[in-house]
T-cell receptor, first 113, second 112 residues
Framework: GENVEQHPSTLSVQEGDSAVIKCTYSDSASNYFPWYKQELGKGPQLIID?????GEKKDQRIAVTLNKTAKHFSLHITETQPEDSAVYFCAAQPSNTGNQFYFGTGTSLTVIP | NAGVTQTPKFRILKIGQSMTLQCTQD?????MYWYRQDPGMGLKLIYYSVGAGITDKGEVPNGYNVSRSTTEDFPLRLELAAPSQTSVYFC???????????FGPGTRLTVT
C-alpha cells in the first residue's frame, strides 16, 4: 500500500518567518494530496489540497507544491503567526484504493512570538 | 449543520470490556471513515464505508467491527478491549467530490 513520510517532526520558527514541511509518497497511483491542521484537542481540518494535474496551489499565506516525478509535495506557510502553531499532517489518496487516505506522521509547528 | 459528531468524548475501559463509539454526520456524505491516532503517529485507517450497507477494512481493522445501516451513522464496535486499543479515535466523512474530508472532534479511549 501507499507509504507517506513527513519531515520534520517538529519545527520552530520566529513569527513572520516562513515554514516548510515536506512529504514523500510511494504509490504512483496517488492523485490527491490534502494537508490538515490539527489544533490541540480537536480533529484535523483541511487547509489546502492539490491534485496530481497541478504543480502548485496557493491560498493567501499557504501554498502547496507537488513534484510527481520525485513523488514529493510540500506545504509552505509564509509570514507565520502564533495562531499557525499546531500539528500539520499531509496525506495521499491513491486513485485505485476506493477513497482511502494515507497520512504522514505529522509536524508540530511552533511559531515563537 | 452540526457536521460530524462523535460520542463519547472520553472513555476508560477495562481489559475485555466492549463498547461502541458513535459517529453521526448530517451532510449526506456517502463516504465515512474511522481512524485511530497514536502519539507521534499519523492517522491509521481502521474501517471505511462508501455507502449504507457497504463497509471495508482499512490498514488496522483487527479488534474492531463496524456497521452502516444509514447514511448518517457509522458506529465502531470494540468487542474485547485490549491495552493496544488505547488511542484517540476520529470519525470522518466526505462526499465523493470534491474530496474534502470532515473530521469529528475525536474520542479519547483508555484501556487499562
Amino acid at each position: 500500500g501507499e507509504n507517506v513520510e513527513q519531515h520534520p517532526s517538529t519545527l520552530s520558527v520566529q513569527e513572520g518567518d516562513s515554514a516548510v514541511i515536506k512529504c514523500t509518497y510511494s504509490d504512483s497511483a496517488s492523485n490527491y494530496f490534502p494537508w490538515y491542521k490539527q489544533e490541540l484537542g480537536k480533529g484535523p481540518q483541511l487547509i489546502i489540497d492539490i491534485r496530481s494535474n497541478v504543480g502548485e496551489k496557493k491560498d493567501q499565506r499557504i501554498a502547496v507544491t507537488l513534484n510527481k516525478t520525485a513523488k514529493h509535495f510540500s506545504l509552505h506557510i509564509t509570514e507565520t503567526q502564533p495562531e499557525d502553531s499546531a500539528v500539520y499532517f499531509c496525506a495521499a489518496q491513491p486513485s485505485n484504493t476506493g477513497n482511502q487516505f494515507y497520512f504522514g506522521t505529522g509536524t508540530s509547528l511552533t511559531v515563537i512570538p | 449543520n452540526a457536521g460530524v459528531t462523535q460520542t463519547p468524548k472520553f472513555r476508560i475501559l477495562k481489559i475485555g470490556q466492549s463498547m461502541t463509539l458513535q459517529c453521526t454526520q448530517d451532510m449526506n456524505h456517502n463516504y465515512m471513515y474511522w481512524y485511530r491516532q497514536d502519539p507521534g503517529m499519523g492517522l491509521k485507517l481502521i474501517y471505511y464505508s462508501v455507502g449504507a450497507g457497504i463497509t471495508d477494512k482499512g490498514e488496522v481493522p483487527n479488534g474492531y467491527n463496524v456497521s452502516r445501516s444509514t447514511t448518517e451513522d457509522f458506529p465502531l464496535r470494540l468487542e474485547l478491549a485490549a491495552p493496544s486499543q488505547t488511542s484517540v479515535y476520529f470519525c470522518a466523512s466526505i462526499n465523493k467530490a470534491p474530496y474534502e474530508q470532515y473530521f469529528g472532534p475525536g474520542t479519547r479511549l483508555t484501556v487499562t
